[in-house]
Each structure stands twice: as structure tokens, then as C-alpha cells.
């Protein structure tokens, strides 16, 4: 069954970087893309871009833009998310999600990883 | 670009209806039927319940259901059971530079 498993929890300073890993279970990793959602403690959802696993193109919100890059290893089905210059607003579990397009960018994520959380403190 | 706006909070009695409401714009729900509603238990993923405003993946229940007027798409649940409490959330295809927005949530109670 399709499943997607992500990396565990990371503690990290204001500044750094944290990139965290999505593998992909039970389905053709190319033909779909794969999106990341973040949502800060008791907060909402928030979208943070998107990544074609057939292409690599990528989109990614406006807010974390220049921050951000998302890539893909075919090789091994697995997404990348990696976050730079974090700040303490960056803490949330960070979720990936398949999207059900694979070349173009659309709101329906059919399933999701499991989160991981991410706390940035000094 | 800003949320959608959805009601912080509904609720019902078990095996009553209840409508919650997500409206947005021109920019997005008024021009795309790409409307989608997420629900979420506690330290849980969301789960997809609807797609594409009206659309109901397989296996979910078809006490789901959702629509479109304007620039307001509706989730409806008929039959409420306990397991429905949960945040539920809209989400929409958007013409802005971030494509994808998300509503800021409802809490269903369910009394």
C-alpha cells in the first residue's frame, strides 16, 4: 500500500539548516509529485511548495522562497525538504504529502507522511 | 497571499448535519474547482476527504460531501458520529505566487 515514511525529529539552533527526508512506498514515485505542509504548534496548515517527481520542478510559497529547496532521488523514491537559515518561527511538524499531479501544481495531497518535527532553539 | 477563511469552530449532536464554510476569493475558490477539505485528528496527519470541491476519494464516507458557490466552498456532514471530531481544513488552487493556500482550520465538536 502506498506509504510515505518520513525522517525523525531534529533539534536545531537559529541559523542553521535542517533537510529532512520522505521515502515513498507502494506506488510509482515518478508519476506523481510530492508537496510539503508545515503547521506550527496549535497553528494551521501552511504550505510550503511543491516538487515533480518526474521532472524536478519545483514551486514554492512566497514565504519561504530563497530559503527553501526540494529534490528528489528516483534512485531510492525519496523527497528531500531542506530548510535554511532557520528561525525559532520555523518550529512545526513538517509534513510530505503526494500530490495527484505529477507535472503540475494542484491542492489535493492524497497521502501524507507521518510529520516531523522540528524545534529550532538556542 | 491570505488564508481562506474558515469558522474557528461548529458543532452538532450525533446524527445531525452540520455545514462549515470556507470562502475565499476570485483569485482562487471563485476561479478554480480545485477546492479540497482535509480533516485531522490530534497528532495525526490530515486525512484527504475531499477533492476537486465535490469529489470523495475511495473509502471515505459519503456522510462527506462538499460544494461550491461563488468564491465559498462548503464541506457538509450528514449523520455526525463521534470519530468526526476533529479540525477540519480547506485548501485551494490560487493565481498567486503561492499556488496552493490553506484555510485556518474549524474544530468540530460533536456534542
Known amino acids: 500500500q502506498v506509504q510515505l515514511v518520513q525522517s525523525g525529529a531534529e533539534v536545531k539552533r537559529p541559523g542553521a539548516s535542517v533537510k529532512v527526508s520522505c521515502k515513498a512506498y507502494?506506488?510509482?514515485?515518478?508519476?506523481?509529485?510530492i508537496h510539503w505542509v508545515r503547521q506550527a504548534p496549535g497553528q494551521g496548515l501552511e504550505w510550503m511548495g511543491w516538487i515533480s517527481a518526474y521532472n524536478g520542478n519545483t514551486d514554492y510559497a512566497q514565504k519561504v522562497q530563497g530559503r527553501v529547496t526540494m529534490t528528489t532521488d528516483t534512485s531510492t523514491s525519496t523527497a528531500y525538504m531542506e530548510l535554511r537559515s532557520l528561525r525559532s518561527d520555523d518550529t512545526a511538524v513538517y509534513y510530505c504529502?503526494?500530490?495527484?499531479?505529477?507535472?503540475?501544481?494542484?491542492?489535493?495531497?492524497?497521502?501524507w507522511g507521518q510529520g516531523t518535527l522540528v524545534t529550532v532553539s538556542s | 497571499q491570505s488564508a481562506l477563511t474558515q469558522p474557528a469552530s461548529v458543532s452538532g449532536s450525533p446524527g445531525q448535519s452540520i455545514t462549515m464554510s470556507c470562502t475565499g476569493t476570485s483569485s482562487d475558490i471563485g476561479s478554480y474547482n480545485y477546492v479540497s477539505w482535509y480533516q485531522q485528528h490530534p497528532g495525526k496527519a490530515p486525512k484527504l476527504l475531499i477533492y476537486?470541491?465535490?469529489n470523495r476519494p475511495s473509502g471515505v464516507s459519503s456522510r462527506f460531501s462538499g460544494s461550491k458557490s461563488g468564491n465559498t466552498a462548503s464541506l457538509t456532514i450528514s449523520g455526525l458520529q463521534a470519530e468526526d471530531e476533529a479540525d477540519y481544513y480547506c485548501?485551494?488552487?490560487?493565481?498567486?505566487?503561492?499556488?496552493?493556500?490553506f484555510g485556518g482550520g474549524t474544530t468540530l465538536t460533536v456534542l
Open positions: 485548501s485551494s488552487y490560487t493565481d498567486s505566487n503561492t499556488p496552493v493556500i
Open positions: 507502494g506506488y510509482k514515485f515518478n508519476g506523481y509529485g
Open positions: 504529502a503526494r500530490g495527484t499531479t505529477v507535472t503540475t501544481v494542484n491542492s489535493d495531497f492524497d497521502y
Open positions: 476537486d470541491v465535490k
